[in-house]
């Protein structure tokens, strides 16, 4: 996992980010205008840094999440969490979850399963580790404050592309047949010295753009 890698390597890496012009919600966009969904958490605010205990230095679960405004002519929802500065050429996938109810709707703290961790039973699919499961915010010491795009899109209906979708598959689907799209950004950054604060935050409005320079 990328936080056993020495601070060094971080620091060396400083400048190797995947960028948030590559996460899903700004390829959709650049693609086509498409409406908007609300997207918040009881757990954190747009754009400030996640409680621990969602991340590889806490318990690891997944946070709640909760979405509205979806239209009227949407069959489905799925979401995919990304990392848009990973140092890898694209963005790290934290988790992939399709088949949701096509309407207003949420998921608890700890709704997916993650390492040690058994969640409610969703349908999700495949991390950048291979796992159909949350895979807990670990970026490498060094490398700088990280950003988690929750992006969540409201799909017409259609058939899941097979049993444990990848990235390539998810994209093609949102692509295909999106209408509409929200997204809400947590930040982790590690430390030599991680500071446990579990106090929930109220979520801010989400804004209705994530910007493909300079976000977050």
């Given at each position: 996992?990328?936080?056993?890698?020495?601070?060094?390597?971080?620091?060396?890496l400083i400048?190797?980010?995947a960028?948030?012009?590559n996460?899903?919600?700004?390829?959709l966009?650049?693609l086509?205008?498409t409406?908007?969904?609300?997207?918040?958490?009881?757990a954190?605010?747009?754009?400030?840094?996640?409680?621990?205990?969602?991340?590889?230095d806490?318990e690891?679960?997944?946070?709640?999440?909760?979405?509205?405004k979806?239209?009227?002519?949407?069959?489905?929802?799925a979401?995919?969490?990304?990392?848009a500065?990973?140092?890898?050429?694209?963005?790290?996938?934290?988790a992939?979850?399709?088949?949701?109810?096509?309407?207003?709707?949420?998921?608890?703290?700890?709704?997916?399963?993650?390492?040690?961790?058994?969640?409610?039973?969703?349908?999700?699919g495949?991390?950048?580790?291979?796992?159909?499961?949350?895979?807990?915010?670990?970026p490498p010491?060094?490398?700088?404050e990280?950003?988690?795009?929750?992006?969540?899109f409201a799909l017409?209906?259609?058939?899941v592309?097979?049993?444990?979708?990848?990235?390539?598959?998810?994209?093609d689907?949102?692509?295909?047949?999106?209408?509409a799209v929200g997204?809400?950004?947590g930040t982790?950054e590690?430390?030599e010295?991680?500071?446990?604060?579990?106090?929930?935050?109220?979520?801010?409005?989400?804004?209705?753009w994530?910007?493909?320079?300079?976000?977050?």
């Amino acid at each position: 996992m990328l936080e056993k890698l020495p601070e060094s390597v971080g620091h060396a890496l400083i400048n190797q980010r995947a960028g948030m012009e590559n996460v899903v919600y700004n390829q959709l966009f650049r693609l086509r205008a498409t409406a908007r969904l609300e997207v918040r958490s009881k757990a954190f605010a747009f754009n400030a840094r996640l409680p621990v205990r969602f991340t590889a230095d806490g318990e690891g679960i997944s946070p709640p999440l909760d979405w509205g405004k979806v239209p009227e002519n949407a069959g489905s929802i799925a979401l995919i969490v990304e990392d848009a500065d990973s140092p890898t050429p694209h963005p790290l996938v934290h988790a992939i979850v399709v088949n949701l109810g096509g309407s207003d709707g949420a998921v608890q703290e700890g709704a997916f399963d993650s390492p040690g961790h058994e969640g409610a039973g969703f349908a999700m699919g495949q991390n950048s580790f291979f796992k159909r499961a949350w895979l807990p915010p670990d970026p490498p010491r060094g490398h700088g404050e990280h950003r988690y795009v929750f992006q969540v899109f409201a799909l017409r209906g259609g058939p899941v592309p097979g049993e444990a979708p990848g990235r390539g598959a998810f994209i093609d689907m949102v692509l295909e047949r999106a209408v509409a799209v929200g997204c809400l950004i947590g930040t982790y950054e590690r430390t030599e010295r991680v500071e446990v604060d579990d106090t929930e935050r109220s979520a801010a409005e989400q804004p209705g753009w994530v910007q493909e320079a300079g976000a977050g």
